[in-house]
C-alpha cells in the first residue's frame, strides 16, 4: 500500500502527469506508464486536470481518514494523484471562487464511476462542517446511494453492480461550503432488465432484496415465496451458485434505513412494497391462445392477476380486460380489439415496465423532495455537480440503448471539446500566444447525424414510429439509407456482417462514433422508440386507490389524445438540458478505465485498455494539453502568489504584473520553452516548472509568516505606544495648562505684588495709606531679614549693615543691644582662668599702659603662671612644693630671673617662686632658699618706664642687711610685676621716670642704678659702682 509518506513523491513509478511522459504521442508508451503503475497499485493518473483512474478491484486502503486529512487544502500538483485532490480542487474553487463545479465521471461498465462518485460524496461530507443539522443533510446525500442502487443498479456481465442509469446529482453548499441540499438526475433506465435479462445477469437489485430481506409475515402478505426461482422475471437466467446474493437481506436493511432518512411513510414503504412483488407476480400472468381462430389471449392463471389487483387496489375486471385486450381509438370510434398471444406478453411485460420505471422516476422525486434545501432564506449557494454515466459501448450486439448511451457520450465529447480543447485553444489566440492549432476531431458532425431536426437519425426515427400505416424496424432502416446514405459518418452495413441473417436482408447501420466505429442492430428501435403502453392498461392503473400507483398514472394522460413523446426524443431533451446544466459550470474529468474483463484484481489486458484509451479520447486529450500549457494564472494572481520568491517583485512590485511576473520567472532562470507570457496570463508549460515554484513558496512562507508576525506584533506595539504617547500628551497638556494656570495667576498676584510694591514705595513718605504701609513693614520685614543675616558674630567686629531710613531708629537701637548681648554671650562664655587671665591684662593695662616703653611689646602675649623649664619645674615640684612651700601656701607664678647681687652687682641665676604669702628666691642649681621674703614686708616695686626688663624689690628696713632685690626677668617683666602686684596691691608699684635710682644695700649703704638710653639693651658696672641699665629707645 502507498503509505502517507511516499505520497509526496512525486513521479514514484512512470509519472504520475502524462503531460511529463517522453514520447507523448506513442500511445504504448502511454498504455505502459498506466500498466506500470497500476502493477504498483498506482491506480490514478493525471493528464493535467484530467484525472484517470484505472479499477484495482481490490481494496487499496487510499480512501481512510488521513488520506482525507492530506489533501484537504493542498495545492493540486502537490501530492500523488488522487481522487480527494480533484474533490479538494473542486471544492476549493467553488468556496473561493463562489463558481459551481461538476465532476464528469466517464469509463466503461465496471469501470469505477459509481464508486469514485462515492468516494467524493465521501470526501465532501467529510471535510465539511460536521454540525448535527448538517449530518441530516449528508446522511441524506449518502443515503441516497444504496436507495438508487438498490432500484437502479443490477449484475451485468460487466459489473456486480452495474448502474442501469445514467446519474447526476448536485450537491447544494452555503457561501461557507458547508451542504445544505441537492438534487438527482436520473437518464435513461434500462427497464428492459425487468422483464428480460441475458445470461449471467439479473433483475435490478431489490427484487431479489425484497425476497431474502423480508420477514415471513410480509412476504405472506405480499403473496410472495422467497425463492427468486418461482418468478420469471427473475428465473429467465438464474444463476444459483451466484454468490452476489449473499448479503442482499443486508443491503435490504440499509435500503430501509434509507427510507426512514428520507422520511418516507410506513404505507409508502409498504405501497412500494407492494409494487415491487406486482412487477414479480406480473411476470408469472401467462396466456393461452383460444383455438377459435382469433388467437385471442386467455389469461392462464388469474390468481397472480387478482393479487396484483389487490396488492395496487385497482379494478381486476379492468386489468383483467387490459391485459388481453386493446381499444383502437379511431376518430370519434373507440373499438375494442382482443389481443394474441405474444401481444398479450408484450402488454403485460410493458407494464411491468412501466410501473417500474415510474416507480423508480417517483423515488427520485421523493428523495429530491427530502433533499431539497428548506432554507431558502439563506443567500449565495453553491453548486457542486457529480456526473456518473454510463460509458461509449461496443457489445456484439448494439441495441437501441446502445445507440442513445453512445449518443450522450458524443454530446459529452462535444462538451468535452467544447470546455477544454476549443477553449483551451481560444484562449491562446485571445492571449496571443504563439501556438499551432492542435488537430482534434470535432464530432459535432456526429452529433448532428443523431440529433438534428428533420436530418437526423432521432427525428427519422420518431417520423417512422408516429407515421400512420405499419412502420417497422426495416422501414425505418429504409428511411435511414434514403437520407442518411451518403453520409461519412454513417453507413448501412450489409448482409455479409450479419451471418445469422439472410445475406439479401440489411437490418443494421454503421456509425462511425468519435470513439470508433459501432454497428447497431436496427431491430427493436421503434418499439423501445414508441414505448407502448396501451391505454386500457393505464386506464386499469389509474383506477388504481394505492397511494404510489395513483401518483405514477394520471387520469389526465388518459385525456391527453397526443401520442406520448418517444423514449429518443425524451433522452435527447433530457440530454440537452443536461448540456446546459455542466456548461454553466466549471468541469472536471475523472475518466475510469478497467483493467480487464473478468472484474479481476491484478490483471492488466493492454488490449482492453487501449481500447478505452481510444474511446475515452485520452490520446487526443494528453495531444492538446501537451500542445498546450499545464498551468496558467492572471499575473496579477499570480505574482501576488510568488511575489515573495524574488528580491525585486517583494514586497510590492512598482511596474505592471506582467513585468513582475517576467521578473519573477528571470529571477528562477526559467527558459522560453518553459513558459509563455500572453496578454492577461502567463503560460506555464509543465508542471514540474511550477512544482518548482509552489515549492519554493511554500518554504519561503515560512518565513513569511514569521515576518508577518513580527510586523503585526511591531504594529502592535506601536499602536498600544502611540496611545500611551497620545495619553501621555494629553495628561502633559493638561498638566501644562493647570501649571500655566497658576503660573499665571502667580503672575497677577506678583504683579499686584510689585505694582503695590511701587505705589507704596511711591508714596513711602505720604501719609499713611494701604499701600505706604504695607511697603514700609515689608521694608521693614527685609531689612530685618537681611540684618538678621548680616549681624556681627564678634564683639571686635564693628561692622553694622546700613538701614533704610524707615529702620534707622532701630537699627540705632539694634545695634548696641546686640553688642551688649554679644558681650554677654562672650562674657558667659569665658572660662574661670581665662576670665583670672584677662583681669591680669587688665591690670597689666592699667599698670604699665603709657607707663611703661617695654608694656606695649607684652599685650599680644597671654599670660601663663609658670615660665619654668622642665627640670627646673620638676625641681620646683619635687622639691619646693613638697620640702620648702607651708601648707597654705600656693604657687602663683615661677620662673627663672637674673639676679644683681646687692655687692658689686654681680650676676646671678635663682629661680622666683611667687606663692600667695612669700616671694621666694632659689639657688637655680640646687634649689636652695636663697631669699624668702613674706609678701607683705614687701614695701615697693620699682622699675623704669623705659623698656628694660630690670625691678627692685624693696624691702622694708628690718632686712637692711641685705638691701633691695635688683633682678631683671628679661623677656616678661611685665607678666612677672603684674602677677606680683595683684597679690601686694597696686600702690606698692613704682614706675620711675627720673635716671637715677636709688636702691638701699647691705648695712644700711646705698647703691645706684642708672636708666639710660642707648643703642641696645646692656647691663654693665660703670666704673663708678653705679650699675647703669641702657635700653633702647623706641
Ligand atoms: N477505487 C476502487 N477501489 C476498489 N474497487 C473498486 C474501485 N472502483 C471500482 N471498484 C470495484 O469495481 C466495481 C465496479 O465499479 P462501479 O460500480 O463503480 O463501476 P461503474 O463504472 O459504475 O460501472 P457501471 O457503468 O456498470 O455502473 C465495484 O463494485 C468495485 O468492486
Ligand atoms: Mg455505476
Known sequence: METLDNLHQRDKVGVDDFVLLENFEDKDAFLENLRKRYKEN???TYIGQVLISVNPYKDLNIYNRNYIESYQNVNFYELAPHIFAIADASYRQMVDECRDQCILISGESGSGKTEASKKILQYLAEISSHDSAIQHVKNKLLYSNPVLEAFGNSKTSRNNNSSRFGKYMDVEFDNLGTPTGGHINVYLLEKSRVVFQSRNERNFHIFY?????????????????????????????????????????????????????????????????????SILHLGTVGFYEEDDGDHQAVISNLKPVNLICQLLECDPEMLKKALTHRTIEARDESLPTG???????????????????????????????????????????????????????????????????????????????????????????????????????????????????????????????????????????????????????????????????????????????????????VTGFID????????????????????????????????????PTTTATQFRHSLSNLMSLLKSKQPWYIRCIKPNEHQMAHSFDTRIVSHQVQYLGLMENLRVRRAGFAYRREYEQFLERYKCLSPET????????????????????????????????????????????????????????????????????????????????????????????????????AVQVVRNFVKGFMTRNDAPNKFNIWFLRQVKVEWLKKLSKKLPTSILDNSWPPAPSSCREASMLLRPLHKQWLVRKYIFSLSPQRKELLGEKLLAEELFKGKKASYQSSIAEPYAANRLGQRDEEMRRNYFELKIKRENEKAQYCCLVNKYDRHGYKLRSRVLILTNLKFYLLDDKKFT?????????????????????????????????????????????????????????????????????????ANGKRGQICFADGRSYEIVKRKDGILQVSSASA
Open 650 to 749: 517583494w514586497p510590492h512590485y512598482r511596474g505592471s504584473a506582467k513585468r513582475g511576473v517576467e521578473e519573477l520567472m528571470r529571477h528562477f532562470g526559467f527558459g522560453e520553452a518553459e513558459y509563455k507570457l500572453g496578454l492577461t496570463k502567463i503560460f506555464i508549460r509543465f508542471p514540474k516548472t511550477l512544482f518548482t515554484i509552489e515549492d519554493a513558496f511554500q518554504k519561503q512562507k515560512h518565513a513569511l509568516a514569521t515576518m508577518i508576525q513580527a510586523l503585526y506584533r511591531g504594529h502592535r506595539q506601536r499602536q498600544i505606544y502611540l496611545q500611551i504617547r497620545h495619553s501621555t500628551i494629553l495628561l502633559q497638556a493638561q498638566m501644562r495648562k493647570v501649571l500655566a494656570i497658576r503660573l499665571l495667576e502667580k503672575r497677577k498676584w
Open 42 to 44: 498506482i491506480i490514478y
Open 929 to 1001: 632658699v636663697k631669699e624668702a621674703i613674706p609678701l607683705s614686708s614687701i614695701t615697693g616695686l620699682l622699675t623704669s618706664n623705659k623698656s628694660d626688663s630690670v625691678f627692685i624689690v624693696q624691702v622694708p628696713a628690718e632686712n637692711k642687711e641685705k638691701g633691695d632685690l635688683i633682678l631683671e626677668y628679661s623677656p616678661r617683666l611685665i607678666e612677672l610685676l603684674t602677677k606680683i602686684v595683684k597679690i601686694i596691691g597696686k600702690d606698692k608699684l613704682v614706675i620711675s621716670d627720673s635716671a637715677n635710682v636709688e636702691h638701699t644695700m
Open 339 to 521: 389481443l394474441n398471444r405474444e401481444q398479450a406478453i408484450y402488454a403485460r411485460d410493458a407494464l411491468a415496465k412501466a410501473i417500474y420505471e415510474r416507480l423508480f422516476l417517483w423515488l427520485v422525486s421523493k428523495l429530491n423532495d427530502s433533499l431539497k434545501n428548506k432554507n431558502k432564506a439563506k443567500s449565495g449557494r453553491n453548486l457542486m455537480g457529480l456526473l456518473d454515466i454510463y460509458g461509449f459501448e461496443i457489445f456484439e450486439k448494439n441495441h437501441f440503448e446502445q445507440f442513445c448511451i453512445n449518443y450522450c457520450n458524443e454530446k459529452l465529447q462535444q462538451l468535452f471539446i467544447e470546455l477544454t480543447l476549443k477553449s483551451e485553444q481560444e484562449e491562446y489566440r485571445r492571449e496571443q500566444i504563439e501556438w499551432e492549432p492542435v488537430k482534434y476531431f470535432n464530432n459535432q458532425i456526429i452529433c448532428d447525424l443523431i440529433e438534428q431536426r428533420h436530418k437526423g437519425i432521432i427525428d427519422f426515427l420518431d417520423e417512422e414510429c408516429l407515421r400512420p400505416g405499419e412502420p417497422n424496424d426495416f422501414t425505418f432502416l429504409a428511411k435511414l439509407e434514403e437520407n442518411l446514405g451518403q453520409h461519412s459518418r454513417m453507413a448501412l452495413v450489409k448482409g455479409l456482417n450479419n451471418k445469422n441473417r439472410n445475406n439479401a436482408v440489411t437490418d443494421q447501420f454503421k456509425i462511425s462514433h468519435y470513439a470508433g466505429e459501432v454497428v447497431y442492430d
Open 209 to 277: 432484496q425484497v425476497l431474502k430481506g423480508l420477514d415471513e409475515e410480509t412476504l405472506l402478505r405480499l403473496g410472495l415465496r422467497r425463492d427468486p426461482a418461482d418468478y420469471f422475471y427473475l428465473n429467465q437466467n438464474l444463476d444459483t451458485s451466484d454468490d452476489y446474493t449473499a448479503n442482499e437481506a443486508e443491503q435490504f436493511r440499509v435500503v430501509r434505513e434509507a427510507f426512514r432518512h428520507f422520511e418516507f411513510s410506513e404505507q409508502e414503504e409498504f405501497s412500494m412494497l407492494s409494487i415491487i412483488a
Open 528 to 563: 423501445k422508440n414508441n414505448d407502448l403502453l396501451f391505454r386500457d392498461l393505464k386506464k386499469a392503473m389509474c383506477s388504481s386507490k394505492s397511494v404510489i400507483i395513483s401518483q405514477l398514472f394520471h387520469a389526465d394522460e388518459l385525456s391527453n389524445l397526443r401520442r
